[in-house]
């Protein structure tokens, strides 16, 4: 999993996978747990569009009026223990993202070593993480970052069947390019598609609003590989 563009570290890092030597710690909790009330919000959520996927023309399916399947994940740029009870998240029109919620293990079952997704459960609401610096311990956890989308997640692959759950179909309701500034983006300006990869700039932040369509969570085969763990 790539990082986002606001985040200050390299883009050679990718954390879809993470290597452990004890088998019995890929497994935290049931993926498969269902929210036990109402969400509380409202369909409608932010994510940024990086330009290294875009100038490899991997997020060409972003068409505004479009509907996407996909599981919007987490740059985690920061971390702290959280002592309350209550979970909550929140996204902003930029696609900054912060939260408190538990974290859970999904394995990657068609790799040959054994790593895992993790996934970030907020009150049954799942987010796929990519850590910024060190993996946290067990707990539950205040998590500060940037909610995008990453091809390495879209169904049908490894890591993607790994989070099936996580998987939504969304309504692509507005794209945006912002002119990167010091302190915030600036100069909004709607697009109807996701620009051409030779026009894609590092210079620019994108983002899409997204509206969800189906509630329903996806069927694939890594749902039952998923429900099948032992607890």
Same mark, same amino acid.
């Given at each position: 999993m790539a990082k986002p563009a606001r985040a200050r570290?390299?883009? @050679?890092? &990718?954390?879809?996978?993470?290597?452990h030597e004890q088998g019995d710690e890929f497994v935290r909790r049931t *993926?498969?747990?269902?929210?036990?009330?109402?969400?509380?919000?409202?369909? +409608?959520? &932010?994510?940024?569009l990086l330009p290294h996927h875009l100038a490899a023309g991997e997020l060409s399916t972003v068409v505004v009026g479009g509907e996407i399947e =996909?599981? %919007? /994940?987490?740059?985690?740029?920061?971390?702290?223990?959280?002592?309350?009870?209550? +979970?909550?998240?929140?996204?902003?029109?930029f696609g900054c993202f912060d939260a408190r919620g538990s974290?859970?293990?999904a394995p990657v /079952?068609?790799?040959?070593?054994?790593?895992?997704?993790?996934? *970030? @459960?907020? @009150?049954g609401r799942l987010f796929p993480l990519n850590w910024a610096a060190a993996e946290?311990?067990?707990?539950?956890?205040?998590?500060?970052?940037? *909610?995008?989308? @990453? %091809? +390495?997640?879209?169904?049908? &692959?490894?890591?993607?069947?790994?989070v099936a759950l996580c998987r939504r179909r969304y309504r692509?309701?507005?794209?945006?390019?912002?002119?990167? &500034?010091t302190y915030r983006p600036a100069d909004p300006r709607r697009l109807d598609t996701v620009p051409r990869p030779a026009a894609v700039t590092?210079?620019?932040?994108?983002?899409?609003? *997204?509206?969800? =369509?189906?509630?329903?969570? %996806?069927?694939? %085969?890594?749902?039952e590989a998923v429900a099948q763990r032992p607890g």
């Open positions: 570290r390299g883009k @050679d890092r &990718t954390v879809a996978g993470r290597h *993926l498969g747990r269902r929210a036990l009330r109402e969400e509380r919000w409202d369909g +409608e959520l &932010t994510v940024q =996909v599981a %919007p /994940a987490i740059y985690a740029a920061g971390h702290l223990p959280v002592l309350s009870d209550g +979970e909550m998240w929140e996204v902003d029109e974290v859970i293990a /079952a068609a790799s040959m070593c054994p790593c895992r997704v993790d996934v *970030l @459960d907020v @009150d946290p311990g067990d707990g539950r956890l205040w998590v500060e970052g940037a *909610l995008y989308l @990453d %091809p +390495e997640l879209a169904a049908g &692959t490894e890591h993607g069947e790994a692509v309701r507005e794209i945006r390019q912002y002119r990167r &500034t590092d210079e620019a932040v994108y983002v899409a609003d *997204l509206r969800l =369509v189906d509630d329903a969570s %996806p069927t694939s %085969p890594g749902r």
